[in-house]
């Protein structure tokens, strides 16, 4: 069973610019969340996808948004980038998005913006 | 909105039992709580669930009273192995598209020999 995996790994940006983080999902599972995490911070959520429409959003601006692709793997964009940006961001797929379900995490791509 | 709070860290020795305490004192009626674990550089690991009173499983045990405003996540004889950040986190489900998903701020466990 192959877990959750992120690309890219670490990435730098400049302010000002986009950038498209990329997630697969666990093998069987149609829900995928995303979360910011800065350094010494618990995550925060950004949003969730359940069979490729959001299912639930949290107080993160329109400059992020996603996609989940037929297959449920996903992608978090994120536009203009800001200093503040800068954080881990990790992909977490449960089996379904029932509110009891597990969610698995990923590794998370490291994002610097300089 | 359901939130959490717990201790920034706490201290302890291999052997030794500890509880981390989490408050959620806006908890609604369907949200189930949730306890994961972080090591550095790593994506929170999920330790164990429950909605209310005792839940245990080969790791920890979870204990909810019955107003379900606090929880506390047991951990058994801790390791050098266990030193990591443990969250709680509270799911705010609503018909979609308003799930949403809250984690504490963490508490750094450190386990010393």
């Known amino acids: 069973e192959t877990g959750v995996t992120q690309s890219p790994t670490h990435l730098i940006k400049t302010r000002g610019q986009q950038v498209t983080l990329r997630c697969s999902s666990q093998?069987?599972?149609?829900?995928v969340s995303w979360y910011q995490q800065a350094l010494g911070q618990g995550p925060q959520f950004i949003f969730q996808y359940y069979r490729e429409e959001e299912n639930g959003r949290g107080n993160f601006p329109p400059r992020f948004s996603g996609l989940q692709f037929p297959n449920y793997s996903s992608e978090l964009n994120v536009n203009a980038l800001e200093l503040d940006d800068s954080a881990l961001y990790l992909c977490?797929?449960?089996?379904?998005?029932?509110?009891?379900?597990?969610?698995?995490f990923g590794p998370g791509t490291r994002l610097t913006v300089t | 909105l359901a939130k959490t709070t717990q201790p920034i860290s706490m201290d302890s020795y291999e052997g030794q039992e500890v509880n981390i305490t989490c408050s959620h004192n806006n908890i609604a009626t369907n949200d189930y709580i949730t306890w994961y674990q972080q090591f550095p550089s790593q994506g929170p690991r999920f330790i164990i669930q429950g909605y209310k009173t005792k839940v245990t499983n080969e790791v920890a045990s979870l204990f909810i009273p019955a107003d379900r405003k606090s929880s506390t996540l047991s951990l058994p004889r801790v390791s050098l192995s266990d030193t990591a950040v443990y969250y709680c986190l509270v799911g705010d489900y609503g018909a979609p598209p308003f799930n949403k998903f809250y984690f504490g701020s963490g508490t750094k466990l450190n386990v010393k020999p």
């Open positions: 977490a797929s449960s089996p379904t998005a029932l509110k009891r379900d597990e969610q698995y």
């Open positions: 093998s069987g599972h149609n829900t």
